[in-house]
């Protein structure tokens, strides 16, 4: 990487072990980077009742909220086992805070997929 998003990889790689996913077993972690430099991360944490599940994305974002922080500069979404693709749900959330030119770095241990939110969600609610 040459976008100077190893930091923010290497974040995500050390929060695996904190995921909870007993029923997919699809772990993924989310580090989003605030306007500052700050570094705010998330795993996703399943539940029994599906919907009550929060995914990595989200996760993040609510970190960062807690903290005072409401301006982004990109976040990466990482995955040991297949390539991370936000839900419609995470999406909008990344939608009320960010621009469409907002990054999305998708990230799996061989290979890396840069995105903008507005490709990811052409037409938020």
């Not at 976008?3 to 993924?28: M, N, Q, R, T, W």
């Not at 993040?60 to 040991?80: C, D, E, T, W």
Request: charged share 25%; net charge negative.
């Amino acid at each position: 990487m040459d976008d100077g998003s190893e930091e923010l990889l290497a974040k995500a790689k050390e929060a695996i072990s904190s995921c909870y996913c007993p029923y997919s077993g699809f772990h993924v972690t989310a580090v989003i980077e605030d306007d500052e430099g700050g570094l705010h991360w998330g795993v996703n944490v399943e539940n029994s009742s599906y919907g009550l599940t929060i995914c990595a994305e989200r996760a993040a974002v609510f970190n960062a909220i807690s903290r005072g922080q409401k301006k982004f500069r990109r976040i990466l979404i990482y995955s040991p086992d297949s390539y991370p693709l936000p839900c419609g749900a995470c999406r909008q959330v990344l939608a009320e805070f960010c621009d469409d030119d907002f990054p999305v770095i998708l990230a799996t241990p061989d290979s890396i997929k840069h995105y903008t939110l507005g490709e990811l969600l052409p037409h938020r609610f």
